[in-house]
């Protein structure tokens, strides 16, 4: 043995017996592991290398000279597989066996409430990640305590070009702290939770709680606030307006995002605005969009005359525009229980105003524009706010910023009017120009949208630049599993390199 080598030895061993010593004899001097240590510790060390599209996770086990006594690979892979129009995850192991809590959590209640393909398709890749680490360690899903659930975070940062952003890992945290809350599987680790407020704060009565292993994002950072609700945020809205009894804003958001309706044509629509029209044999709900002399401005409809006086009830403009004009009716077409929750609806809220705030109620009065067929004694409005009043564009503004807030949407702060309803419009027409297969075309989604000219349905048809990145990065990772020829000239001059 050299020289050198036999002084590396020695000064190995004095570091030993001196942390023993100093163990022993001044116990209190010992620092404590900090909370987020990298974990590549000299005995194990954590790496994940990517192989094409797919990751790798390895493990390796050293001695204290460096060596290594044992290398461990994880092949866990996440399948995308499509049974009757349904799109499936699968997670594999190398021996090809699956993973049940994966598929329970996937495919089964996911599906079950909806979820988009790619919030499955995130929570997937989280999973994958969950499960990879526990293979890797020998550590059981269902038995994580804290230290190992530090360990797991250290593991989701990685190191060098594979390093995910703080807000990547606590959004895998976030999904990963739901499967357990779905499947009941128990982690306190993951659930404690602190606030972030000063003493001064909470002595005002101020609440603001952070999860514990959770890591500190930039508090000035501001998220890009979305031009239009995709269908996870509008299930997410309606999900959580579920949660609080607020079925007004359950319909109002669902009119909205599924028909593409106005915020002034929701809030304008009573009862003598729900009509049933005969259109192929079968008995069709249909809302009529028109304006009223007892119309707020903020129920007004765009582009529909206002009367300045009764008489302009029966003037043959304003007839011509509500009854033979397609584009003042909103045909409630689509598969479901809606049609029935509506009208249980407009039934439930009447009959609670009328018992619960006679006097308020009064105040949701509306003018009757064609007697020859409304049948009812008086008319009213359908939305009405908590105290059996007419719904205010302002009240219910409030009310989705509080849901925006819940459920972690960004919007624009620093506006006074950020117009957060008429973003579920814009996810109508994006569902319908981008989203459906085949896509609507411009002129059946002009009606649709109750568009004047075609031009302004056609911006829905251009791409944005998220849209475009998306678009290309699919259709050159496409390019690239088609063509094995071309997959092999790059693997020889990687081998080669």
């Known amino acids: 043995m050299s020289r050198k080598n036999v002084l590396s030895a020695a000064m190995t061993a004095f570091s030993h017996i001196l942390c023993i010593l100093t163990w022993l004899f001044f116990p209190g001097q010992i620092e404590q592991e900090p909370r987020y240590v990298k974990y590549t510790s000299q005995m194990i060390t954590l790496q994940q290398k990517k192989i094409g599209h797919h990751y790798l996770y390895v493990r390796i086990d050293t001695d204290a000279y460096g060596h290594e006594v044992l290398v461990r690979e994880c092949d866990l892979r996440v399948l995308q597989t499509k049974i009757d129009r349904q799109i499936f995850f699968i997670l594999l192991d190398g021996n090809g066996a699956t993973n049940l809590r994966f598929h329970q959590y996937v495919n089964l209640w996911m599906i079950e409430n909806r979820r988009g393909v790619n919030s499955r398709r995130k929570a997937a890749s989280a999973l994958c990640k969950l499960f990879s680490f526990c293979a890797l360690m020998d550590y059981e899903v269902n038995a994580l305590d804290a230290t190992e659930i530090n360990q797991f975070v250290t593991f989701l940062v990685g190191e060098g070009r594979l390093q995910c952003s703080n807000e990547t890992v606590n959004s895998y945290l976030s ?6 809350k779905t499947l009941e599987i128990r982690c306190d680790a993951i659930f404690n939770q602190h606030n972030t407020l000063s003493n001064n704060a909470l002595a005002s009565g101020f609440q603001t709680m952070a999860y514990d292993v959770n890591l500190p994002t930039d508090p000035h950072k501001r998220e ?23 079925w007004t804003g359950v319909m109002l958001m669902h009119l909205m995002f599924r028909y593409g309706m106005r915020l002034g044509e929701c809030l304008g629509l009573t009862e003598e605005d729900i009509v049933v029209y005969k259109i192929k044999g079968q008995d069709v709900w249909t809302l009529i969009v028109r304006n009223r002399l007892s119309d707020e401005p903020w129920q007004h409809a765009k582009r529909k005359l206002i009367p300045l006086k009764e008489v302009d009830y029966d003037a043959k403009p304003y007839i011509d525009q509500w009854r033979d004009d397609d584009y003042a009716h909103y045909y409630l077409t689509e598969s479901g229980d809606f049609v029935e929750a509506f009208k249980r609806f407009v039934r439930i809220s009447k009959e609670t105003a009328e018992r619960n705030y006679p006097e308020n109620y009064k105040s949701c009065e509306a003018d009757i524009v064609y007697p020859q067929t409304f049948r009812g004694e008086k008319n009213r409005y359908i939305f009405q706010n908590r105290l059996g009043k007419r719904l205010s564009a302002q009240v219910w503004g409030k009310r989705l910023k509080e849901y925006f807030v819940e459920a972690r949407i960004p919007f624009d702060v620093d506006k006074k009017d950020s117009n957060l309803s008429h973003r579920f419009r814009h996810g109508f027409a994006m569902m319908h120009a981008r989203y459906m297969d085949p896509p609507t075309p411009p002129h ?44 092999s000239i790059l693997a020889d001059f990687f081998k080669n390199e």
């Open 224 to 246: 890009k606030a979305p031009k239009y609700i995709s269908l996870d945020y509008y299930i997410r809205l309606i999900e959580i307006a579920q949660s609080k009894g607020d």
């Open 444 to 487: 059946e989604l002009q009606k649709m949208m109750h568009h004047r000219h075609l031009s302004s349905t056609l911006i829905y048809y251009n791409p944005t630049l998220e849209d475009e990145f998306d678009y290309k990065t699919k259709l050159q990772n496409q390019l690239f599993d088609n063509n094995p020829r071309l997959r």
């Open 175 to 180: 999904i990963i702290r739901h499967f357990f």
